[in-house]
């Protein structure tokens, strides 16, 4: 038990900013993934399909656009598929978010135990006091520091993302009960 607490108590600080730097990059990684979903979505339904035509008037070079019938519902189904599995990916670290706190206080508890159980003076536990207050420190400078990257890079993009699809969804399902209502032929 002394050999964990004392691990704990010397290398506490240094796992809990190696566990802070891998979830910052890991958070970073994933909202620009995010990003890149969102703006896949966004060119699929909005994408014009281009042609040029000739004008036999003016004999100028004319470019139609017409809107891309190969989107369909399906291809957005899959689209919101593949975000929400990003998505979710992105939802635990943000659930990991809280265990750095922890493990600040838990290199606190190691560092006072350690000396506790060691039966040094009152003057070892106010000396070591300040390297295990460290660890809490610096749990919670990484908590808040996550927890503001967490903020300021997903809620409005996960937003846009949701009303994205969901006026697609809703303009698809509206075209296709129109057209459903006017081939039914009316009963008399």
Do not use: C
């Not at 990684?29 to 896949?40: D, M, P």
């Not at 903020?151 to 129109?178: H, Q």
């Amino acid at each position: 038990m002394n050999g964990l607490l004392e691990f704990l108590k010397n290398y506490s600080i240094i796992i809990i900013n190696v566990f802070g730097v891998i979830m910052l990059l890991l958070i970073v990684y994933n909202a620009v993934k995010l990003v890149g979903h969102r703006s896949r979505i966004q060119v699929a339904i909005d994408m014009r399909i281009s042609r040029n035509k000739l004008d036999e008037k003016t004999r100028e070079l004319i470019e139609e656009q017409e809107k891309n019938e190969n989107l369909t519902l399906a291809t957005i189904l899959n689209f919101e598929s593949e975000f929400n599995k990003d998505y979710t990916g992105y939802e635990i670290l943000q659930q990991l978010i809280p265990v750095f706190p922890l493990m600040g206080i838990l290199g606190t508890v190691a560092g006072l135990m350690l000396q506790v159980r060691t039966g040094e003076g009152i003057d070892s536990i106010y000396a070591s006091l300040g390297l295990a207050m460290g660890s809490t420190l610096t749990a919670l400078i990484w908590a808040i520091v996550l927890k503001l990257v967490v903020a300021l890079s997903s809620s409005r993009l996960v937003l846009d993302v949701e009303n994205t699809l969901e006026s697609y969804e809703k303009k698809y399902r509206d075209a296709t009960e129109s057209q459903t209502q006017l081939r039914i032929p009316a009963k008399s």
